[in-house]
Structures are given as C-alpha cells and as structure tokens.
C-alpha cells in the first residue's frame, strides 16, 4: 500500500523555523518527482516546492523562495521541508505528494501536518 507520513509540525512565532519530514512506504519515492503542498483553512491547496527524482532540481512557489528548501533521502525514502522566516501566512496543513505539483488527480498526498505561525 503506497503511503506517505509526515511529521514535525507545530506552533511557531513569526520569524521562526521548522522541519517537516515525509515518509514513504509501500513504494519507492525515488521513482517519483515529489513536491509539498499546503492548504490554508478555507482555501484551496497551494503547491510549495517540488524537487525532481535525483533531488538536483528544486523548484520553488514565489511565496516560499529564499525561505524554504525541499530535499530528499532516496535511500532513506524520505523527503524533507526546512522553513524559515516563517510568516503568519505560511499557516496551514502541509502535505507531502507524489507528483511536480501534488495538484494532479493522480498524485498521492500523505495525512499532512499543522504549521501554524502566530505569536
């Protein structure tokens, strides 16, 4: 059964970092483009980052670029947000996805994880 866990989110202040790890079973995530995607009380999903199979091409939503970076472990089947400088507005689940966006009907989001960024 393909699945993906995520894990490490929290309450931060503004101005602050977290970590938010992703793992996979079931499959192997190095057969995929892997990207994170966030969704906001009340809002549609958003994409955040997207990182290709090898993990040499990272790509970045205007929104996060310069704060977050997106990186993967094939060989530990893992995939990894580090977030910093992070605004009120970053609030929100953060799914990890199969997929370059995590927005196609295809793509297989985990459970996600709450960030919320409030002093």
């Known amino acids: 059964q393909v699945r993906l866990v995520e894990s490490g989110g929290g309450l931060v202040q503004p101005g602050g970092s977290l970590t938010l790890s992703c793992v996979g079973s079931?499959?192997?995530?190095?057969?995929?483009?892997m990207s994170w995607v966030r969704q906001a009380p009340g809002k549609g999903p958003e994409w955040v980052a997207h990182?290709?199979?090898?993990?040499?091409?990272?790509y970045y939503n205007d929104l996060v670029k310069g704060r977050f970076t997106i990186s993967r472990d094939n060989t530990k089947n893992t995939l990894t947000l580090q977030m910093t400088n992070l605004k009120p507005e970053d609030t929100a689940v953060y799914h990890c996805?199969?997929?370059?966006?995590?927005?196609?009907?295809?793509?297989?989001w985990g459970q996600g994880t709450q960030v919320t960024v409030s002093s």
């Open positions: 079931g499959f192997s995530i190095g057969s995929y483009d």
């Open positions: 996805s199969t997929g370059r966006t995590g927005l196609a009907d295809s793509d297989v």
């Open positions: 990182t290709s199979r090898s993990g040499l091409s990272k």
